[in-house]
């Protein structure tokens, strides 16, 4: 059974810092691409970043890039998100998933807010 688990979601400062990870269980985790997406309220789902599964290549999308970093520790089955020079607009539900198998897995998000 696929089970992700988001953390470190947090109030946080207009400059500042957070490192969210995502725990996964049920699968093989270092085979498969992992994603963060997040969700702010009012607006559709958006991807933030994703790594593959073998070399590690990233991505991310434009608003995030040079401020985000994604990355993965497949001997702990996590994957992480470390986001630096936070804005008001980063303010979402953050979601980790991964295709497996034949649907996407969803956690159940973590909550970052980035106000002063």
């Known amino acids: 059974q696929v089970q992700l688990v988001e953390s470190g979601g947090a109030l946080v400062q207009p400059g500042g810092s957070l490192r969210l990870s995502c725990a996964a269980s049920?699968?093989?985790?270092?085979?498969?691409?992992m994603r963060w997406h997040r969700q702010a309220p009012g607006k559709e789902r958006e991807l933030v970043a994703t790594?593959?599964?073998?070399?590690?290549?990233?991505n991310y999308a434009d608003s995030v890039k040079g401020r985000f970093t994604i990355s993965r520790d497949n001997a702990k089955n996590t994957v992480y998100l470390q986001m630096n020079s936070l804005k008001p607009e980063d303010t979402a539900v953050y979601y980790c998933?991964?295709?497996?198998?034949?649907?996407?897995?969803w956690g159940q998000g973590t909550q970052v807010t980035v106000s002063s």
């Open positions: 998933n991964v295709f497996y198998s034949t649907r996407y897995y």
């Open positions: 790594i593959s599964s073998v070399t590690s290549v990233t």
């Open positions: 049920g699968f093989q985790f270092s085979n498969y691409r």
